[in-house]
């Protein structure tokens, strides 16, 4: 359950980092190249968020699996125990 909330806190954190990008550029007086600029700051968030939304899924995926497998231990476990008696 925790790398769930790893997960969501990386996530809200790269949405500030985004935003404080966002707004430094679109508030700067003078840009030089407004339209490289554009370009190359959507490409390299395009390519941020699909590596930061990859980097999520498998964390996610991680902690379901980690709880799969430590349910089924711990079921066999119960059963192992409950068999003693």
Same mark, same amino acid.
């Given at each position: 359950?925790?790398?769930?909330?790893?997960?969501?806190?990386?996530?809200?954190?790269?949405? $500030?980092?985004?935003?404080?990008?966002?707004?430094?550029?679109?508030?700067?007086?003078?840009?030089?190249?407004?339209?490289?600029? $554009?370009?190359?700051?959507?490409?390299?968030?395009?390519?941020?968020?699909?590596?930061?939304?990859?980097?999520?899924?498998?964390?996610?995926?991680?902690?379901?699996?980690?709880?799969?497998?430590?349910?089924?231990?711990?079921?066999?476990?119960?059963?192992?125990?409950?068999?003693?008696?």
């Amino acid at each position: 359950m925790k790398w769930l909330f790893f997960a969501v806190f990386l996530f809200v954190l790269l949405l $500030g980092v985004n935003g404080a990008v966002w707004a430094y550029f679109l508030g700067a007086k003078r840009i030089a190249y407004p339209v490289i600029l $554009g370009i190359s700051l959507a490409g390299g968030q395009s390519v941020l968020f699909t590596l930061f939304g990859l980097s999520c899924f498998l964390l996610v995926a991680l902690a379901i699996h980690r709880e799969r497998v430590n349910h089924r231990k711990r079921a066999k476990r119960r059963k192992r125990d409950v068999s003693r008696h």
